[in-house]
């Protein structure tokens, strides 16, 4: 393989062939890169497309924002959750933005809302191979890819339209950018990166910069420049960083509430509000957001080293990580002696601490997390995994012991593999035994191989063997993935893989697939398949949007709207989504995501209603936000609701009461 990889060919020519070499870095490559890469892409576009439409609208709430931004210009830019610009969602607009141009572009339906965040997924593997490639070699950089594509989380979220897919993509070009700051020393490409990185903070705030320890260091180690153009880039990075990330939070934070959106998310209408409070330290800390939104305990499972491990978070990503950690050390190791500027030094320094920070950060964090936020891992897991499979194989073409090593490294990640398909053991139960077995085989291949009288005459015999072994350690979690692509997502949690009885977190059962979940949650459109069943307890935290409307409450919104902005106030977000949705009109989601924020209060409620641009209201005959989560504004505004409108009968099925206000705010 390492004879293959090295042997020159005659440049090509052409604009395309150009456009190529300029990407990866040079010409001097064997001609199986090209149908190698241009495989791996296809797979992954057939995991992130095939199928795609099976969700539905997925999470409505992030779906009604979308159709908001391809109805109203303002809309767009703040990233509301309506056209008429009552509260926006509790994310920054970037996502929204894409989905919101791909509505506008083809009109509104599961395709145009899904297939931005599937573009996105095919798009990071590409990414992903050049900047790999750049650091450890086209053998590597397609490895990574593959594994890439293969993740579970990957397959998930790119399937899916919450805000990780496009941040995720957003981040590994900013890498990739990064790594041609440090090969070139040219400024324009430190400025590129922190574009990039502000983009992806636009997308999701805080997360985006878990990257950016790892970012400065090892530009600051290993940028082929002078001491002193380091210190510069590193200050046109962080004034990059800076603006990019911060343009859009100054304008809305310089317009006046009364004429602007209120935050979703936040306790006071502000952008920095949300940014240090529900979306930054509450994440970190569990401290309190609106009504009480910060814990998290019920989502991700207990907060420790391991928790990556654990039964809410295998299957997403665990699967690499023991390769990944071992390539990490073994690339280090081989490395010590080399110069700062090597290529394969920077690379294993940018994806390990990428790895190192995130994974600590998702490990420790005790406010709301998910599982699916593992995607974020995703790269930098594939990076290592394919720069360690390239070093082990360089190590065993070099000494007898390197075999063992590789034999050691595959066959241990098929039986890791196996172990994490025991957590699910009616699922496919003969791919543990097979990838071991495979594992197993092309281990003693490999360890006969490295004998040095051998090693020369049976290269390509090795070389298939190696293949062989991959194939082992990627066939655990490309079983994952498959089980992934057929099954309709709804909500704000879900989870990839299998759905297989008797695993679940939190008290709460996984489900079978094809069946009502235990906590009644419907259907995400009317036709669709079943819906995976939430994973957890009802007091976990808000699914999100995935329920489908009520057809007789929407048919008698729409009649009755009159002049009305909003054809109805409902109790939250999640419940207007769907309504939304159906109706293609603003609906108002009092309190936002949860139901929870302070908005409206109830003298707005009443202002809303005498000036007519509100005429209905919806609520909990329960009471309430989300789980129960009931602050004095929703307290105060279901109080004055039920006293002073009258009950609407529509012919519908609904859980909620709706409310005829009309001249009830005089």
Avoid at 112 to 138: E, H, Y
Avoid at 470 to 484: E, F, G, M, N, R
Avoid at 576 to 592: C, D, E, F, R, T
Wanted: proline fraction near 6%.
């Amino acid at each position: 393989m390492t004879a293959i990889i090295r042997e020159p060919i005659a440049p090509r020519s052409g604009p395309l062939s150009r456009v190529w070499d300029r990407a990866r870095g040079g010409t001097d490559e064997p001609a199986w890169v090209i149908p190698a890469f241009v495989g791996v892409i296809s797979l992954a576009g057939v995991l992130y497309i095939w199928n795609l439409t099976v969700s539905g609208y997925a999470n409505a709430y992030y779906s009604a924002a979308a159709l908001a931004a391809s109805q109203s210009w303002s809309a767009f830019f703040f990233g509301s959750f309506d056209a008429a610009n009552f509260i926006t969602i509790d994310k920054p607009p970037v996502a929204t933005w894409v989905m919101g141009l791909s509505v506008r572009a083809f009109g509104l339906s599961s395709w145009s809302i899904l297939l931005p965040q599937a573009l996105a997924g095919v798009a990071t593997v590409g990414v992903l191979f050049m900047a790999v490639r750049r650091s450890f070699g086209p053998a590597a950089a397609v490895i990574a890819a593959l594994v890439m594509a293969l993740t579970p989380a990957a397959v998930l979220m790119f399937r899916f339209n919450n805000p990780d897919a496009v941040l995720t993509f957003l981040l590994v070009t900013a890498a990739w950018a990064l790594l041609q700051a440090i090969h070139d020393g040219r400024y324009r490409w430190v400025v590129a990166a922190g574009t990039l990185v502000g983009f992806a903070f636009l997308t999701k705030y805080l997360q985006a910069y878990l990257v950016l320890p790892g970012f400065a260091f090892v530009y600051a180690l290993s940028a082929n420049t002078t001491v002193r153009r380091r210190i510069v880039g590193l200050l046109v990075a962080v004034a990059t960083v800076l603006v990019t990330s911060g343009w859009w939070v100054a304008i809305v934070e310089l317009i006046p509430p009364g004429v602007r959106p209120f935050i979703g998310g936040s306790t006071t209408g502000s952008a920095l509000d949300l940014i240090f409070g529900y979306d930054g330290l509450g994440r970190l800390f569990g401290a309190s957001g609106p009504a009480g939104r910060g814990g998290g305990a019920g989502f991700g499972g207990e907060a420790g080293l391991f928790r990556l491990f654990n039964d809410d978070w295998f299957g997403e990503i665990a699967w690499f990580i023991p390769l990944a950690l071992a390539g990490l050390w073994l690339g280090l190791w081989l490395r010590r002696r080399r110069p700062r500027i090597d290529r394969g030094l920077a690379g294993y320094v940018l994806w390990g601490s990428w790895f190192a920070t995130t994974a600590l950060v998702f490990s420790f964090m005790s406010g709301v997390v998910h599982s699916y936020y593992a995607v974020a891992l995703a790269p930098a897991i594939a990076a290592l995994v394919g720069a360690s499979v390239v070093d082990l194989w360089g190590l065993r073409s070099r000494t007898w012991f390197g075999g063992i090593f590789m034999g050691m490294a595959l066959i241990g990640s098929a039986v890791f593999g196996w172990w994490l398909l025991g957590r699910t053991p009616e699922f496919a139960p003969i791919i543990g035994p097979l990838a071991v077995t495979l594992a197993a085989s092309a281990a003693g291949v490999l360890v006969l191989t490295s004998v040095p009288r051998w090693r020369d005459a049976l290269r390509r015999v090795a070389g298939a063997a190696a293949a062989v072994g991959l194939c082992a350690v990627v066939l655990a979690p490309a079983s994952y993935a498959a089980a992934t692509i057929g099954v309709a997502y709804s909500g704000g949690d879900p989870h990839p893989g299998p759905t297989v009885a008797g695993v679940g977190f939190g008290g709460g059962p996984r489900g079978v697939a094809g069946t009502m979940p235990d906590d009644g949650y419907p259907p995400p459109m009317s036709g669709a398949p079943p819906t995976r069943p939430e994973r957890g307890s009802a007091t976990a935290g808000p699914p999100g949007g995935g329920a489908s409307a009520d057809s007789a409450l929407v048919d008698y919104l729409v009649a009755n709207q009159g002049s009305a902005t909003w054809i109805v106030a409902a109790n939250s977000a999640n419940e207007a989504g769907s309504i939304q949705l159906a109706s293609g009109l603003p609906v108002m989601a009092m309190g936002g995501f949860t139901g929870s924020d302070p908005a409206p209060t109830l003298d707005e409620l009443k202002s809303y209603i005498a000036s007519g641009e509100l005429r209905y209201v919806l609520t909990d005959r329960g009471g309430g936000g989300f789980g129960g989560q009931d602050g004095a504004t929703t307290s105060d505004r279901r109080a004055w609701v039920t006293s002073a409108c009258t009950v609407v009968d529509y012919d519908g099925s609904g859980s909620s009461s709706l409310y005829d206000c009309a001249g009830a705010g005089s």
